[in-house]
């Protein structure tokens, strides 16, 4: 089973930031964590992983908890196209969950 | 482009029947995972292999295998098909065994009338 724990669903203003948590604490201090988002039944796109360290390339930024127990994906200025599902996976088999759906609003 | 191949796109089939599924991964990639997500249901991990070998297995049906060949493409078999096993199949690859950037591939639409 996954080893994450998302919220089912999230609204999101458009040109607002998308806060998106996960609850992982049962991956271990040396597994990265990862993101994927899937856009209507596309391959799940990667967005950005770490493992202790805040992380922050061009799509997200990824702030993980100093007891590695959660993490928050954050969009920081949401648009239309970030409509999507979002995954946050770790592990050693990768298991993924049901996912956050975000809809991105106008 | 993820770089991870899938064939076919599509595949339409009838109950009783045996397909199966072709995976290339990125070039360089040792791993290759199966996912398969049915209608507004998340992924479902099926089995992974590692440079040949099966690495781990997840709600992958006895109906269902998969293998990885020399030159590390992989293929799941589908048999005795049911029309709920109609579903997207995924492949996904990575460099490592476990804990790595996987690639996806745009998936195998299967449907099973």
């Known amino acids: 089973d996954a080893k994450t724990t998302q919220p089912p669903s999230m609204d999101c203003a458009e040109g607002r930031a998308a806060n998106l948590p996960c609850n992982h604490s049962t991956i271990s201090g040396n597994e990265y964590v990862y993101w994927y988002r899937q856009i209507h039944s596309q391959g799940p796109q990667y967005i950005i992983h770490?493992?202790?360290n805040n992380e922050t390339n061009e799509m997200a930024s990824l702030i993980i908890t100093e007891d590695r127990k959660s993490s928050t994906l954050i969009l920081p200025h949401a648009t239309l196209r970030d409509t999507a599902v979002y995954y946050c996976?770790?592990?050693?088999?990768?298991?993924f969950g049901a996912g956050t759906r975000l809809t991105v609003k106008p | 482009d993820s770089g991870v191949t899938q064939t076919p796109k599509h595949l339409i089939t009838a109950t009783g029947q045996r397909v199966t599924l072709r995976c290339s991964p990125r070039s360089g990639d040792l791993s290759v995972y199966w996912y398969q997500q049915s209608l507004d249901q998340g992924l479902q991990f099926l089995i992974q292999y590692y440079n040949g070998e099966e690495r781990a297995k997840g709600n992958i049906l006895e109906r269902f295998s998969a293998q990885q060949f020399p030159d590390l493409h992989s293929e799941l078999n589908l048999s005795s098909l049911e029309l709920g096993d109609s579903a997207l199949y995924f492949c996904?690859?990575?460099?490592?065994?476990?804990?790595?950037?996987?690639?996806f591939g745009s998936g195998t639409q299967l449907s099973v009338l």
């Open positions: 770490g493992l202790k």
């Open positions: 996904a690859s990575s460099y490592g065994a476990s804990n790595e950037k996987l690639f």
């Open positions: 996976i770790g592990g050693q088999d990768m298991r």
